[in-house]
Each structure stands twice: as structure tokens, then as C-alpha cells.
């Protein structure tokens, strides 16, 4: 049910919480499709289709790769951001293999930010 929330979301970026619940079916068990038993709450945005959420999806899906994919290069610049700190503070030079790495982990990022589909995601090959 989240990534059905996290689509209206991305439908609706302004919309707030509050806007949908789902009922079960009269013996209590869900809906065999989540859109079935999605009531929609919200009188400011009409009730999107199920065919613009599951369109949702896919980027949803995508963004969670890309996320996957930058976060060890997003860890590395958080641990050596005490370096950069220490240039701006102390004119302490920072190592030029550090130096090297840090844009490496910026140029990679970039790279898969920029990625369309997932199996780009997938493929691309990691350098860092």
C-alpha cells in the first residue's frame, strides 16, 4: 500500500496527508487489487486512475535503485568531509587520493542520477 501512497504522491506533489484509506472486502480480507479498495477522501484533487498510479511505479522503482546504487559514494564523502573542513579551516591540503575519490564518487553519482531505466542502473559499472 505505501508505493500506492508514494504515487498518489508523486500525481499529486502538493497533496497532503489524510486522502485515502482502504476498506476490505465484506469477509475482511483485502482486495485482490489495492485500487479496489481505495476510497478517496480528498474533494481538492479528483481520485487519479489506477493505470497513473502503476505508471508511478516504475519510477518509484527507479529512484530506489538510483538511491541503492550512489549510497556507498554518498558515504565515502560524508567520511571525508572532515578533509574539506579542514582545507576551509586550517589550509590543511587534502590527500590527492582522497582528492581523487571524492570527485570520482561525484562523477559516478552524477552518472547514475542520469541513468532512464533501471537495467541502466543495474549495468552501470562501478568504478569507486
Known amino acids: 500500500m505505501l508505493n500506492v501512497i508514494e504515487a ?3 500525481i ?9 484509506y482502504w476498506e476490505t472486502k ?6 485482490d487489487n489495492p485500487f479496489d479498495g481505495l476510497v478517496w477522501e480528498n474533494t481538492q484533487f479528483e481520485k487519479p486512475t489506477w493505470e497513473q498510479i ?4 516504475t519510477n518509484i522503482k527507479l529512484e530506489q535503485a538510483k538511491a541503492m546504487r550512489v549510497t556507498t559514494r554518498i558515504t565515502y564523502l560524508k567520511e571525508t568531509d572532515w578533509q574539506a ?7 590543511r591540503p587534502i590527500d590527492d587520493g582522497v582528492a581523487t575519490k571524492c570527485q ?12 532512464a531505466t533501471i537495467e541502466e ?8
Open 104 to 115: 570520482l564518487a561525484v562523477d559516478e553519482m552524477d552518472a547514475i542520477n542520469a541513468c
Open 85 to 91: 573542513a579542514a582545507l576551509i579551516k586550517y589550509g
Open 26 to 31: 465484506q469477509d475482511g480480507f483485502p482486495w
Open 8 to 10: 498518489i504522491k508523486k
Open 54 to 57: 502503476e505508471t508511478q511505479f
Open 121 to 128: 542502473v543495474k549495468e552501470y559499472s562501478i568504478n569507486f
Open 12 to 20: 499529486y506533489p502538493e497533496i497532503n496527508g489524510g486522502f485515502v
